[in-house]
């Protein structure tokens, strides 16, 4: 069975430090992979996709993918008290429709 | 970016009534369309995948003959909940997955989600 496995948390870090959240993942084969952010009653929004090993940056956020891990992460520098929300990372499934496959998610605690 | 939006945003209704959500792609074609639940401090759970003029596909455990997708076109995809009882209260939200030069074809985009509250 296709997991993604996430730590639950929370996460508690300072204003102004770096979260590091991480994911690994079971199918060798997955080519994509998605960083998506939930606040509390309100529906995922997309931060950032990575397809490629290595870093992708896109202002504050740092998504970094090793494929032969099967380890994704996504850094967040300067955090703030708005960044506090739980992060999801998902991963795509080449069998099938191609479907993303969630993980439960890391709950994210940015202290003022 | 890609815009999915939902209607209603929250809706509640007596038990035993049934109830219709859309969920629209405003600006891009959405070839499939996923259909989420999640109840409170809980993970998203997949009820469905739809794909354009298809059947849907349920997850285990989903009951189709009590959520009825369907997915007419490129851009609107609709959850009926027939019969509705105080046990499918919960947050319900759909996601689009397309073609076009906004959506890339992976990538899935949520819709803002419809709270169902059953009495």
């Known amino acids: 069975q296709k997991e993604v496995e996430q730590n639950s948390g929370p996460l508690s870090v300072p204003e102004g430090a770096i979260a590091s959240l991480n994911c690994t993942y079971s199918?060798?084969?997955?080519?994509?992979f998605f960083w998506y952010r939930q606040y509390s009653g309100k529906s995922p929004e997309l931060i950032m996709f990575i397809y490629s090993n290595g870093d992708k940056e896109d202002g504050r956020f740092t998504a970094q993918l090793n494929k032969a891990s099967q380890y994704v992460s996504l850094l967040i520098r300067d955090s703030q008290p708005s960044d506090s929300a739980t992060y999801l990372c998902?991963?795509?499934?080449?069998?099938?429709?191609?479907?993303?496959?969630f993980g439960k998610g890391t709950k994210l605690s940015v202290k003022p | 970016g890609a815009v999915v939006s939902q209607h209603p945003s929250w809706v509640i209704c007596k038990s035993g009534t049934s109830v219709k959500i859309e969920c629209r792609s405003l600006d891009f074609q959405a070839t499939t369309m996923f259909w989420y639940r999640q109840f409170p401090k809980q993970s998203l759970m997949l009820m469905a995948t739809?794909?354009?003029?298809?059947?849907?596909?349920?997850e285990q455990g989903v009951e189709k003959d009590k959520f009825l997708i369907n997915h007419a076109s490129l851009t609107l995809s609709t959850l009926t909940v027939t019969s509705a009882h105080p046990e499918d209260s919960s947050f319900y939200i759909c996601s689009a997955r397309g073609s076009g030069r906004i959506s890339s074809t992976d990538t899935q985009y949520f819709g803002p989600g419809t709270r169902l509250t059953v009495l």
């Open positions: 739809s794909n354009e003029g298809s059947k849907a596909t349920y």
């Open positions: 998902a991963v795509n499934i080449i069998t099938g429709q191609g479907n993303l496959i």
């Open positions: 199918d060798r084969g997955s080519q994509s």
